[in-house]
Each structure stands twice: as C-alpha cells, then as structure tokens.
C-alpha cells in the first residue's frame, strides 16, 4: 500500500483545514487508517484512527471535539477534517495503514505516508 497525503497549509487559529490520505492498491479496505503528527523538537504521536470498516474511531484527547477522521473505502481514500485549530496542533501530520485495530503505535504502523505540513498561526 502506498499513501499519499495532502490538504496541509497555513491557516489562523480557530480555522479548519480538510486531509486527505489516497491509497493505492486493491486491499485498502482492510487496513486501519490513521493520522499521526509531528511537531518540531517532539516525537511523533497518534492523532487519530479508524477501523477498516469505518464503525469506530478512536482520538487522542488533544483533538477530540475538533477532529473528524472519515474513509471512502470505494475511492481508497481516508480523510482529517480539523476544526478550530490551535497553534499547537502545528506540525507535520502522516497518514498511516494498520493490521491492526483501536488506538495504534508507531510500531503498529505497517504504511506510512509522507508527511504534509500544518501550520496555525495565532
């Protein structure tokens, strides 16, 4: 599976911003998908994944409330909707596949996408 990810900009705070992850191959649809992200001088964390299915998401408590992950299994394709930003979710967000199911870890990440910066301004 590869992943390609976009939406990323500059935007003020308390704006949104729409990412989407495009999948290639045929076995998208049973894999978890997820977003992770990556501030500058942090480590990587979980922002956010979805089931195969689509029937359950899970969030990091950071974004609950403002974040909205979504898939297109008929168009391989997951989406971030991300509502009210704050300058603190600046950082390069990743898309990433699973075998596995609920909250992931990195290790648990079979695909990776490379990275699209968001950035919000206050």
């Known amino acids: 599976v590869q992943l390609q990810a976009s939406g990323g900009g500059l935007v003020q705070a308390g704006g949104s911003l729409r990412l989407t992850c495009a999948a290639s191959g045929r076995t998208f649809s049973r894999y978890t998908m997820g977003w992770f992200r990556q501030a500058p001088g942090k480590e990587r964390e979980f922002v956010t994944s979805?089931?195969?299915?689509?029937?359950?998401?899970y969030y990091a408590d950071s974004v609950k409330d403002r974040f909205t992950i979504s898939r297109d299994n008929a168009k391989n394709t997951v989406y971030l909707q991300m509502n009210n930003l704050k300058p603190e979710d600046t950082a390069v967000y990743f898309c990433?596949?699973?075998?596995?199911?609920?909250?992931?870890?990195?290790?648990?990440?079979?695909?990776w996408g490379q990275g699209t910066q968001v950035t919000v301004s206050s």
């Open positions: 979805i089931s195969s299915s689509g029937g359950s998401k």
């Open positions: 990433a596949a699973s075998v596995v199911s609920g909250v992931l870890k990195e290790y648990q990440v079979n695909y």
